[in-house]
């Protein structure tokens, strides 16, 4: 199989200078998208074909395009940053592009070479980079991958035809005002993946099914879910779209992936950052019980939440039927504003990137 070239065809007409800027003082999250996507087609017998860098648009489906029905569809989410010497640089893309093959095999589709995933990333980044933010805050380019059957055909089967894109939309600072804490409810009933199941494929799939209880959390007040695992509905796993992080005194503990929860990116990152710092991590279990019973006898000392948007969201007020608790008083906690920082600073690259993780662009 040859990897394609991807052809540049940019838009004669992109926003206005003065347009993109007033969007980039107040992008808020995934509002506003750049001038173009890039797009790569695949169909059965001749591999990945057509790679091209188009202008931002939308998409022409027939109605009985298979991803439309059957949702055959994976998607992954990363950021390019502005280094202080103006250039560019993304956060570890080669492990998006490995999980995005990962999530690739589980939904029988084909997957993108590692290179070509990057290339693409690139090659929209470098035409759009007029739209990353400039250096100082935490404001950065998302970047969206995403493949989608397109096959025409109501017959259920893996297609054999598809269309793998990247669009990209500047992202402000998660928290404007200041790292606020999220509040959590505990999920005892409803789970978001079970075993054998595809809790640890990046998909839509997975997000359709959290949507009943993230609605049921806001009616009990809270902004986030916590589930735990579908089969004693002890241990916990993660959050709709982000991983969790235990802190216990100078040691952070997140739950083990056990194949229904998702290998974020930050996750990973966070287990070296904090032996970087001097804390002790791991991967482990926490029960449900557990965190409550820990938290009362002060042993649990914060809790956080990580995902490429948000970095790392401190965990404030816990929810489930029978209790109700508060981390840290209500306020972030110190470790977990310590490894925000840190992270952020390697991002943002102003601290030193120890792993390599950092892909300078142009
Ligand atoms: C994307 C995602 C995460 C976070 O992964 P990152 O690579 O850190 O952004 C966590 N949980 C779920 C379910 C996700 O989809």
Not at 56 to 77: C, K, N, R, W
Not at 131 to 144: D, Q
Not at 169 to 196: M, N, Q, T
Request: proline fraction near 6%; include cysteine; charged fraction near 20%.
């Amino acid at each position: 199989m040859t990897t394609p070239t991807i052809e540049l065809k940019p838009s004669a007409s992109p926003l206005s200078d003065a347009e993109r800027e007033a969007i980039l003082a107040s992008p808020g999250f995934g509002r506003h998208f750049t001038d173009h996507m890039v797009t790569i087609k695949w169909t059965e017998g001749r591999g990945w074909h057509d790679g091209q860098l188009v202008p931002y648009a939308p998409l022409s489906l027939d109605p009985a395009t298979m991803v439309l029905h059957y949702a055959q569809e994976i998607f992954e989410g990363l950021k390019a940053y502005r280094q202080p010497d103006g250039s560019v640089a993304s956060f570890r893309p080669d492990m998006n592009a490995k999980r995005f093959q990962a999530s690739a095999r589980r939904l029988g589709m084909p997957e993108l070479p590692v290179e070509t995933f990057i290339e693409a990333c690139d090659v929209l980044v470098q035409q759009d980079a007029s739209w990353v933010p400039a250096h100082g805050g935490e404001e950065s380019l998302y970047l969206r991958p995403f493949m989608i059957a397109t096959e025409v055909g109501l017959g259920v089967k893996p297609a054999n035809e598809y269309l793998f894109l990247v669009i990209a939309s500047p992202a402000g600072a998660y928290f404007p005002g200041g790292v606020k804490p999220v509040s959590i409810w505990l999920s005892e009933d409803r789970v978001r993946a079970v075993p054998g199941g595809m809790g640890d494929a990046k998909t839509g799939g997975n997000y359709a099914a959290s949507l009943l209880a993230q609605a049921e959390a806001a009616e009990k007040g809270c902004a986030q879910v916590a589930y735990l695992d579908a089969v004693e509905h002890k241990w916990v796993e993660e959050l709709g779209g982000m991983n969790l992080y235990f802190v216990y005194g100078n040691k952070i503990i997140t739950p083990a992936l056990t194949g229904s929860l998702l290998a974020g990116v930050t996750r990973d990152s966070l287990l070296s950052v904090a032996r970087d710092l001097g804390y002790e991590s791991e991967e482990g279990r926490v029960s449900i019980d557990q965190w409550q019973a820990d938290t009362e006898n002060g042993t649990l000392t914060e809790v956080f939440a990580c995902g490429t948007a948000a970095v790392i969201t401190p965990v404030g007020t816990v929810k489930r039927s029978s209790a109700e608790w508060q981390h840290s008083g209500g306020e972030p906690g110190e470790v977990t504003l310590k490894l925000r920082e840190a992270l952020l600073d390697i991002q943002r690259g102003i601290g030193e990137d120890k792993h390599g993780w950092m892909h300078p662009l142009g």
